[in-house]
């Protein structure tokens, strides 16, 4: 029975010592992360402090990223967050060998291609940034304020549909919470539910 008690006890303090991730939640510091981009360049959240900031979760391969980029609807919302002084941040959380993993060269080339106008392409093969995220989906989409609180997370639009006629006359969630940010205003739907491809985590995800 001691020995029992004292291996429950051990078994307490190691989950103590190393607690699941909370969720990300409105309103509260959004999670701190550094990733590689497609550059090879270490970048950290932090480093984007004292502007708004969207992450943007994305997998090539998923046909609802595509209806997004091959309408040219994603490149024209990063456009334009970016003529606001907007860090947007692709993440890729696809494990190797995964439907959309992309190495460094890979991710060039797709933003290339795609005339993405992301700050930067983020890579996140072992899933660590999209777990603190609880990002569940590709398209996923999350906007940080410039005092660094989260005040977005969902959904990308109100249409959840691969049809790239889904996109005419669609509410863009992220549009809207950036028009609201800008004009210093509380975003008005703050949370949506997320729709798409589930993030392509790896076996321990």
């Not at 609201?180 to 539910?193: E, I």
């Amino acid at each position: 029975m001691i020995d029992r008690r004292l291996t429950l006890g051990l078994l307490a303090a190691a989950a103590a010592a190393s607690p699941a991730l909370a969720a990300p939640t409105i309103g509260q510091p959004a999670p701190g992360f550094s990733a590689v981009d497609a550059d090879g360049r270490t970048r950290s959240l932090s480093e984007f402090r004292g502007k708004t900031v969207v992450l943007e979760w994305t997998n090539n391969g998923c046909p609802y990223v595509q209806k997004h980029y091959n309408s040219g609807s994603m490149q024209s919302l990063q456009t334009t967050a970016a003529k606001d002084g907007v860090a947007w941040l692709t993440i890729v959380s696809s494990a190797p060998g995964m439907q959309g993993h992309l190495t460094g060269a890979e991710a060039k080339a797709w933003k290339a291609r795609e005339k993405a106008a992301s700050t930067a392409v983020l890579l996140d093969p072992t899933g660590a940034v999209g777990r603190a995220y609880d990002a569940k989906t590709t398209p996923h989409m999350y906007i940080i304020d410039k005092t660094g609180k989260l005040v977005y997370m969902g959904g990308i639009d109100d249409r959840a549909s691969a049809s790239p006629e889904s996109l005419k006359g669609a509410t863009n969630y992220v549009s809207a919470a950036l028009a609201d940010v800008k004009a210093g205003r509380p975003v008005a739907q703050a949370a949506t539910r997320p729709y798409g491809c589930s993030v392509k985590y790896g076996s321990a995800g």
